[in-house]
């Protein structure tokens, strides 16, 4: 009877376990969706505009596309970190012998110092994806603006010279998402 009452208590931080693992699950493969629709957005805009002369300014559509996906990628991580974090300060004490599962992956995860981020970037690439998509769409687009002679008196040229400072300044917005993102997981804030 005892040992019934025990196996009771306990599944229902086992079947929470089970529903945020699955959960966590879901947003590891929501990243990596994000970072597919990226490379497949990249691959399209780049072969359409280098297909004809006039059509290189859709490029800046790259900087933008790839900050707003960086977001959901940022989104996800710290979803992914606050449920790992739950599991591991919520459910593991109430099931005996703990968890277990995330308090393994916390003991490897290692420094957040510089060493580490290019561990993950050779272990996850999704971390400079975003910005790197975007910083090569932004050096073709400045390759062909001072390569072609435009005049800046003309409003497209200084609309798409303001589009591509915007898309320089996103672009760096991206790079700090992932920073703080990952400063975040290192000082175990898992707060909005």
Known sequence: MFRRRAAETHAGPLAE???????????????????????TTTGAVFGFALSGSGR???LLIIPFAAYLLCTQWVHSHDLINRAAHYIRTELG??????LGY?????????DLRLRRV???????????IYPAMASLA???????????????????????????????????????????SNRRVARGDFSF
Do not use: D
């Open 138 to 180: 932004l050096g073709a687009e400045a390759v062909w603006f001072f390569g072609t002679n435009l005049s800046w008196a003309t409003p497209m040229v200084v609309l798409g010279a303001l589009a591509w400072a915007l898309g320089l300044a996103l672009t760096g917005l991206s790079v700090g998402l992932m920073l703080w």
């Open 56 to 58: 290189m300014p859709l």
């Open 17 to 39: 376990f089970t529903a945020l693992r699955a959960e966590i699950v879901l947003h590891s493969e929501q990243q990596w969706k994000t970072t597919t629709v990226l490379i």
């Open 102 to 110: 995330e308090q393994w992956l916390t003991e490897r995860r290692g």
């Open 93 to 98: 004490p109430k099931v005996p012998g703990g």
């Open 118 to 128: 290019l561990a993950k970037t050779w272990i996850q690439p999704m971390v400079l």
